[in-house]
T-cell receptor, first 112, second 115 residues
């Protein structure tokens, strides 16, 4: 059973389009995250949700909007995609405690 | 403000050599947690270890060992008798005990182990 699953794994789209990445975890965790990994492999937190409530919202363009329908899901919607949005996006989950976070496989987004 | 510095961008070793990956952190928090993650060429992020700021005991897990020194704000990772399968990018990360426990990652060290 996959613990944290993201779909799609690859996403190629044109500038200006709107796209979504879905994330689901079956670990019973109460906190979920989105991280962005740029072309230099640098990982940075974007958002964190605890029990469907937004608790971290780093400096991310308004075009990025997370949505958590329940505590097992955290989707990422991106409007008006730009070339600079090309990156690998990782979903992760953990307990609301400094335990290890489990990461999804990542979604490689390429904006052309 | 929190910061994690992994000064070694790339390291290349020959199989069976020992290698140490350095991690230096900055934080004003008195309670915090440190982590190491591995990212192999396949791209997934694999948890290796977590250490809290009150536990300076070193840890060994097979060929892996970690040296946490609060006095120098370092949490270094040593691989003994490296193997080709150890080739990966290794990330050190820091999280406080508040603000959602999001990980502040260092820039990673790319380790290449050649036969």
């Amino acid at each position: 059973d996959t613990a944290v699953s993201q779909t799609p794994k690859y996403l190629v789209t044109q500038m200006g389009n709107d796209k979504s990445i879905k994330c689901e975890q079956n670990l019973g965790h109460d906190t979920m995250y989105w991280y962005k990994q740029d072309s230099k492999k640098f990982l940075k937190i974007m958002f964190s949700y605890n029990n469907k409530e937004l608790i971290i919202n780093e400096t991310v363009p308004n075009r990025f909007s997370p949505k958590s329908p329940d505590k097992a899901h955290l989707n990422l919607h991106i409007n008006s995609l730009e070339l600079g949005d090309s990156a690998v996006y990782f979903c992760a989950s953990s307990y609301q405690a400094p335990t290890e976070a489990f990461f999804g496989q990542g979604t490689r987004l390429t904006v052309v | 403000a929190q910061k994690v510095t992994q000064a070694q961008t790339e390291i290349s070793v020959v199989e069976k050599e020992d290698v140490t990956l350095d991690c230096v952190y900055e934080t004003r928090d008195t309670t915090y947690y440190l982590f190491w993650y591995k990212q192999p060429p396949s791209g997934e992020l694999v948890f290796l270890i977590r250490r809290n700021s009150f536990d300076e005991q070193n840890e060994i897990s097979g060929r892996y060992s970690w040296n946490f020194q609060k006095s120098t704000s370092s949490f270094n990772f040593t691989i003994t008798a490296s193997q080709v399968v150890d080739s990966a990018v290794y990330f050190c990360a820091l999280t406080p005990t508040n603000s959602g426990y999001a990980l502040n990652f260092g820039k990673g060290t790319s380790l290449l182990v050649t036969p």
